[in-house]
Nanobody, 122 residues
Framework: QEQLLESGGGLVQAGGSLRLSCVAS?????????MAWFRQAPGKEREFVAA????????YYGDSVKDRFTISRDNAKLMVYLQMNSLKPEDTARYYC??????????????WGQGTQVTVSS
């Protein structure tokens, strides 16, 4: 059973930065799957944040994070990262790592981590 484990969340002031990390438990299929980050704030639906292609050559971002967040991956280490800059209070949410097919819908991804909390204070 594939497991994804996120880390790097925390409390940060508006304008600050955080780097989230996600490690996969197994190598099988990692290099042929898209990886993505989603987030969910209390009372809201899970929202697409970013996705990255198998080799990292293509990246996609949600409109609300474009030009502030950067997704990257290291297939040798089974890792995916989300560098978050210029954080805003509205970025406050639980952030989830996901593995699956290309896309921006939760249904495109079969494997999910437990999430890591990001809180941005104003």
């Amino acid at each position: 059973q594939e497991q994804l484990l996120e880390s790097g969340g925390g409390l940060v002031q508006a304008g600050g930065s955080l780097r989230l990390s996600c490690v996969a438990s197994g190598r099988a299929g990692f290099e042929i799957n898209y990886m993505a980050w989603f987030r969910q704030a209390p009372g809201k639906e899970r929202e697409f944040v970013a996705a990255i292609s198998e080799t990292g050559s293509r990246t996609y971002y949600g409109d609300s994070v474009k030009d502030r967040f950067t997704i990257s991956r290291d297939n040798a280490k089974l890792m995916v990262y989300l560098q978050m800059n210029s954080l805003k209070p509205e970025d406050t949410a639980r952030y989830y790592c996901a593995r699956g097919l290309q896309g921006s819908y939760t249904s495109d991804y079969s494997y999910w981590g437990q999430g890591t909390q990001v809180t941005v204070s104003s």
